[in-house]
């Protein structure tokens, strides 16, 4: 059901871990749905010099968090926050319908570690990324 | 099978046994008449079918004339209940189900809901069991049916089907299981248990896909599911499955003959898995009762991972096992089962169910063993929830 890239990532996942000191710190989706994923970043002159991450979540989840990171590295705040969930679905070969919401979390992640930064570092906060998860559940219920 | 792969998913489906294939291959090609011709190709088939039903009915100390083919555990489900309910309307629309049974059994009291029935499903405790307090309370003077599986696909739980058998039986109520899971791991006989319908799918027990049966106690009236023919005594229209059937009763024969050694053989493997698990992985549960479950069954949630994770770096290994976990299925949901026996979201989503089968060894369980502990502590070094859980209690 998988592409190769995503048995890849999965198998494989680049940046996994947490960095020290992070310029700043994402945590979306909820147990609820089976995801959460946590992204690291540190950034210097604007630009995004290592990205790193932690994902509890089903074998896309962690595709689409380990390819994030490697699309995001190196591009400044302002170009990351343009990498769409369906860049990071086409950097996989795609995904399966059903694990879509999985690149959608990927995309939130690092806007919300990017809202962190940002909040640390005294920008503007009033359109910060506040989405708490992945998945239709948190339309209806409250996350957990 | 290819030797690297490891088939632990015996729940899900057996492969059919070489001499129940071998019993079944006649009919697909040179015995293959209709069993309603009355010419002796036909009649053959009549033979073999009849023989098949008598073979059956033996194992469950039953009668060959309650014993109804069908074409899969689903449909045998599906008949019973709607069949049960539509037939008792007069006296009331009130039925009782528990609330860890499979989709063939869950889905049908959802759609009979829809349809101006009553349902109450009845809870179970952490380890899965109804409480046969419960359904003595739950039956009202309209109450025509109460449907609790045998045994639990995904947990293992055996139920204490004669004790809650009884207590409709008192009150009037017909009973019915769903036997998929426990036939040819339990030695089900129809009238100790004093059930009035049981269904039995034959790809579980080592027989082939695409045949079932229901036990329709005598006396017994359901309404009819499919309508057509006159086959299989007016109740259910449809050409008999003739090799289908032949593959069931043999493959359910030979279960009931070997019901000791293979109760042993699993439940050495299971006992070995446990085990090992427990002294070598750090927060893991075993979901279900630890004597009480089915001998080949192994639930188990790992604290802080998620399910598809788990299977998917398992299979990797050649290890091909099931989850209870939401991704496999495409719903964000994890099991109905494992909810209802208390387990949180964000356990229930890290679950395993390993299901051992007569040609799973010790050296595959200690490879099981081997591959889950490194899966679970590289799944974990990865989980944001480990890394607070370390955080938090100062590790």
Redesign the interface.
């Known amino acids: 059901m998988y592409s190769e890239k995503v048995?890849d990532h999965?198998?494989n996942?680049r940046n996994?871990g947490?960095i020290e000191n992070a310029d700043g710190v994402g945590?979306v989706g909820n147990?609820?749905?089976?995801?959460?994923?946590?992204m690291y970043l540190k950034i210097e002159n604007d630009v995004i010099v290592d990205a790193k991450f932690?994902?509890?979540?089903?074998?896309?989840?962690?595709a689409t968090s380990s390819i994030a990171t490697e699309l995001i590295k190196g591009k400044t705040v302002e170009e990351a926050l343009k990498v769409t969930n369906k860049a990071v679905v086409e950097a996989l070969d795609g995904l399966?319908p059903?694990?879509l919401?999985c690149s959608v979390l990927a995309e939130e992640a690092v806007a919300a570690a990017i809202a962190d930064y940002r909040r640390r570092h005294g920008y503007d906060n009033e359109n910060d990324h506040q989405c708490p998860g992945c998945?239709?559940?948190c339309e209806t219920e409250p996350a957990? | 099978m290819d030797k690297n792969i490891i088939y632990v998913d015996h729940a899900a489906t057996t492969y059919v046994k070489p001499e129940v294939f071998e019993k079944m291959k006649p009919y697909f090609t040179e015995l293959f008449g209709n069993p309603s011709s009355i010419y002796a190709l036909g009649r053959e088939s009549r033979k073999a079918v009849e023989n098949a039903r008598s073979e059956i009915a033996f194992c469950l100390g039953a009668h060959p004339t309650e014993i109804y083919f069908t074409a899969s555990g689903t449909e045998a489900d599906n008949w019973a209940i709607k069949g049960a309910a539509y037939a008792n309307i007069k006296k009331g629309r009130h039925l009782i189900t528990s609330a860890i049974e499979h989709h063939a059994v869950l889905h049908c009291f959802g759609f009979l809901e829809k349809e101006g029935f009553e349902v109450t499903y009845l809870p179970v405790d952490e380890k899965g069991f109804v409480n046969p307090d419960d359904l003595k309370k739950a039956i009202k003077p309209d109450t025509t049916l109460v449907s609790i599986m045998f045994a639990n696909n995904e947990i293992g739980t055996i139920q204490p089907i004669k004790e809650l058998a009884a207590i409709a039986r008192e009150k009037g109520v017909l009973f019915h299981t769903d036997a998929v899971q426990a036939m040819g791991n339990i030695d089900v006989k129809v009238n100790d248990l004093g059930v009035d319908l049981l269904s039995m799918s034959a790809h579980k027990f080592y027989g082939p896909k695409g045949v079932g049966a229901l036990y329709i106690r005598k006396g017994v009236r359901i309404n009819n599911f499919m309508h057509g023919g006159a086959q299989e005594r007016n109740k259910r229209a449809g050409t008999e499955n003739v090799a289908g059937v032949i593959g069931m009763a043999a493959a359910l024969k030979f279960a009931y003959e070997n019901l000791e050694e293979y109760n042993r053989h699993l439940r050495k493997l299971s006992d070995r898995l446990i085990d090992s698990v427990m002294e070598r992985i750090p927060y893991v549960r075993l979901n279900g009762d630890r004597e009480k479950r089915l001998p080949g069954n192994v639930n188990l949630s790992f604290q802080f991972i998620e399910g598809e994770s788990l299977l998917l770096m398992l299979d990797m290994k050649g290890i091909q096992a099931s989850s209870g976990s939401a991704c496999t299925s495409g719903s964000l949901d994890p099991s109905h089962v494992l909810l209802a026996i208390g387990l949180s979201h964000e356990t229930a989503h890290g679950s395993l169910r390993i299901t051992f089968g007569e040609r799973n060894t010790e050296e595959e369980v200690d490879y099981i063993v081997e591959n889950l502990v490194e899966i679970v502590g590289k799944l974990r070094q990865m989980s944001p929830l480990y890394e607070d859980f370390v955080r938090k209690s100062g590790k």
């Open positions: 048995m999965f198998m996942p996994v947490e945590q147990a609820k749905c089976g995801d959460i994923m946590k932690k994902t509890f979540g089903c074998g896309a989840a962690v399966p059903a694990k919401h998945c239709r559940r957990e």
